[in-house]
């Protein structure tokens, strides 16, 4: 059966829309994943409660992207219908709804007073119910819109820790203190089962059916009943570590906590092995019918090709921390640096070698860093710490530095350095030894520099946001003071004469300024020429100009929740790092290299990859089709060519040949029929499957044009609205994702 995921759709049929920020640090060392939702092999979402955010990926794992972050009540719990349409609850009565994976929420209708909203489950899209950390159950009828109080008959001191339902009215909760309730009403009422034969917390439960259940929870412990919760039998366990989530496929079971321990059962849950995934708790697990498992590691992702048999890192989190500076060797190696404070609870350094695009912890940060072109460079923090590198921070060697809060650096070769700071004790101090002593050149009492930047080995300038202005001559021997400038946080220099401050630029290489409208708050500005350059703001809006900062217009948006302490232009891209150890990557202009964009099939359709306008082309024949996905109903040799929204021609893709009318490559037949194909004003989907699913039909654009949920083994579509032409079906069941073609005449 084919699997395609309309969230892969809908990326490659973006248009040439706006340019946005992408979030390329979304895990971070203080991550927990409280649930993990699967939804097939590939899309899965993952509520992190302490970083206060919903993260979602589409490969399986691999790759994370953060479509919602809420500081105030952070989500515990996730729930998915479909790929894009889902619920999360969480603190003091969260609950929000999407129906586009998150990009955007709604906030639902709850009964106040009930604590934090620990666990959700929905039995189909409209009917579910939430589990409270107070003891609570409250009902859902219309999708999570709004929400009832239910009568549990538990002390508020009686926390819900999961909850599940076979039918509309059989479900069942485990609780705090030792118990598992049940209802027969649809949750209206509720009764506690057992008792059970030891003392524990049952984490997470999971029912086969309405007589077959298991649990897990503190000390290792595995309870299991066959009659629907009457008696519980204590089942042998191979760990005596707590077990806080548990995963289930067929008869396949995963349950992950304290530790690293990870227990697995082949057999329904009767008899448990054990294995030992690393040495941090697990919060989370999750498995897809076809195999695939993710492990919600605090700070980290794990995922399972098999089963739960093996787990292997995918993503490892990033520091979680305070980003103040950010420096480049080249178009691919640079680190920012960040410290402890509020906002950040670590002091860290973050390393790329791929331009920003992903990022690794290197090792302890500090507010101030700079890299040369050959890798020598430096960094400095709080009380003078300072190390310096020449591999650009592949390896670092600490040094001494000056007693001073260190907030930029700038280094010459592995040998000499400047450092600069403050308040106490602050200005310049300069190096000619690697650190081992220091010269304090610029000492005019508690003064503060923000930013250094020098055009050579002897012409620099420093800045501060107090108006504390200077510059050198001499290779920061000496140092003079510039009048008539407000300062900033933040100094560039094209050449010798060409510069720019905040609100500021020279033409004669600082010995006069003359005002510029850059926009406020700006942060860090860089230029490509005379003309041309950017500016960011502290809250992530990017500004253009190309009249040398007279005038500007934005280009990226500002980013919510984000405090951005310094960003650099990469090849065409805006890095920009933030508070929580954010880094942020964005577009502006055309990347030196060109990208070559890469075509796939999808049912006798070609889609290419690539943000923009599509140009196709069959044996060197110009097409008329400028979408992402085209049919490919003639014999022939595709390419095709992406035009971005700024204009950046990519190369043309590698050819695809296709022969027959179809595709080169195999393609395995859908599961379903599409009765009659080609159609008109109706058509019936006939399935071998009986359960419930959602039906999505895809123009050539892959633009959802119809959806519908479907509950049995067919279902009538109403097409009489759609154009004729070639369209994809999509159907998205428990049990896997399937994929057809349908001719509309």
Known sequence: MRTLPTLLLTAIA???????????????????????????????????????????????????????????????????????????????????????????????????????????????????????????????????????????????????????????????????????????????????????????????????????????????????????????????SPTTYSMFDLAVQGNTLVACGAWGRVMRSTDAGLTWSVQQVGNTDHQSVALSPGGRGILGTDGRIQCSNDMGVTWSITNEGTWHTVLNKVAFQNDQVGVAVGWLTSGGLESGLLRTTDGGRHWAKADGGGLGVHLTPTGAGCLGGGSGSFAKTTDGFATRTPANGPNVAIRCTWSFDALTHIVAGGAVYGGIYRTANGGATWTHVLDVGNITINDLWFVNDLKGYAVGVYGDNYRTMDGGLTWQPMTGTPGGHTVFFLDTLHGWMRNFRTMDGGDTWIPINSPQGTVSMFFNNVDTGYAVTGGGQTERTTDGGLTWSTVLPNITNAQIGDAAYVDGYIVAVSRWGDIYRGQVACPLAAFTPEITD???????????????????????????????????SYTVVVTDGL???????????????????????????????????????????????????????????????????????????????????????????????????
């Open 14 to 236: 973006i248009g040439a829309a706006a340019q946005q920020w992408e979030l390329t640090t979304p895990i971070k060392t203080r991550s927990e994943f409280h649930q993990i939702h699967m939804v097939n092999d590939l899309v899965a979402y993952a509520a992190d409660r302490p970083m206060g955010s919903i993260v979602r990926t589409t490969d399986g794992g691999h790759n994370w992207t953060r479509p919602y972050q809420n500081h105030f009540n952070d989500p515990m719990a996730v729930f998915m219908w479909d790929e894009l349409r889902g619920i999360a609850t969480g603190e003091l009565g969260l609950v929000v709804l999407t129906t586009d994976g998150f990009a955007t929420t709604t906030t639902a209708t709850t009964t106040p007073g009930n604590g934090n909203y620990r666990c959700v489950f929905f039995l189909n899209d409209t009917l579910g119910w939430i589990g409270t950390e107070t003891g609570r159950i409250l009902r859902s009828t219309d999708g999570g819109a709004n929400w009832a109080l239910m009568e549990s008959g538990l002390a508020a001191s009686n926390y819900i820790t999961d909850i599940q339902f076979l039918d509309p009215d059989t479900g069942y909760a485990s609780c705090l203190s030792s118990r598992v309730i049940k209802t027969t009403d649809g949750g209206f009422t509720w009764q506690v089962v057992g008792p059970l034969e030891i003392q524990m917390v049952v984490h997470d439960i999971h029912f086969f059916d309405t007589q077959t259940g298991v649990g897990v929870g503190t000390t290792g412990n595995v309870i299991r009943t066959t009659d629907g919760g009457t008696t519980w039998d204590s089942i042998p």
């Open 602 to 636: 999808q049912v006798d359709m070609l889609c290419a990859s690539g943000i923009g306008s599509f140009q196709w082309y069959r044996d060197g024949e110009l097409l008329a089709d400028t979408t992402a996905c085209i049919a490919a109903l003639e014999e022939g």
């Open 647 to 745: 204009g950046c021609v990519s190369n043309t893709s590698a050819p695809v040949q296709v022969i027959h009318t179809g595709l080169a490559n195999t393609v395995a037949e859908p599961s379903f029929r599409l009765v009659p194909n080609p159609a008109s004003g109706q058509v019936q989907v006939e399935r071998a499957e009986g359960t419930s699913a959602w039906i999505t039909v895809l123009d050539v654009q892959g633009r959802a044009v119809l959806e519908t949920p479907i509950t049995g083994p067919s279902a009538m579509l109403n097409i009489s609205g759609l154009k004729s032409g070639v369209y994809v079906v999509w159907i998205a069941a428990p049990e896997a994702v399937d994929v057809g073609r349908l001719v509309v005449e």
